[in-house]
């Protein structure tokens, strides 16, 4: 299991444009980080970089194949920031499917049918309702 820090040192060897989103003390989990991943990936993919593309995924299904809690919730709120940026732009979404591992594939297919379930919904109850499943925390468990 890698240790957040580590985690975040190589994300920004791997990905120098996701650096500036790294704020000291803000941990791994944090808005400007999806949304910052989710802006080099669709820029990578409008450029036709399919190699650095395909990198980019393969970090990702590494991260949820080997990380720790933090780190797997991480790797959901990118797919997830992802996905949102992908459904206001110009594109869709499913271009990047090819791109995906397994594990990535499962995350982004279970957060693909959440979002279709609360398709009904207002948005910002949508909204708040894919942030808690995307950042849900276990409850820890008290020791008698």
């Known amino acids: 299991m890698k240790d957040q820090q580590a985690v975040l040192a190589e994300v920004a060897r ?30 990578l993919f409008r450029q036709g970089r399919d190699a650095q593309l395909q990198a ?11 990380g720790g809690p933090d780190l797997r919730d991480w790797v959901a709120g990118c797919l997830q920031a992802l996905q949102d940026c992908s459904a206001w732009g110009e594109g869709n979404a499913e271009v990047f499917l090819r791109f995906l591992g397994s594990a990535t594939r499962r995350v982004w297919t279970t957060l693909d049918a959440i979002r279709s379930d609360l398709a009904d919904c207002p948005a910002l109850e949508a909204e708040v309702l894919m942030w808690r499943v995307v950042h849900h925390q276990t409850p820890k468990v008290a020791r008698a």
């Open 56 to 66: 980019t995924f393969n970090f990702l299904e590494t991260c949820l194949e080997h």
């Open 14 to 43: 791997e990905f120098p444009q996701l650096a500036a989103s790294f704020v000291p003390g803000d941990g791994v989990a944090s808005d400007r980080q999806y949304c910052g991943f989710a802006r080099l990936v669709g820029e």
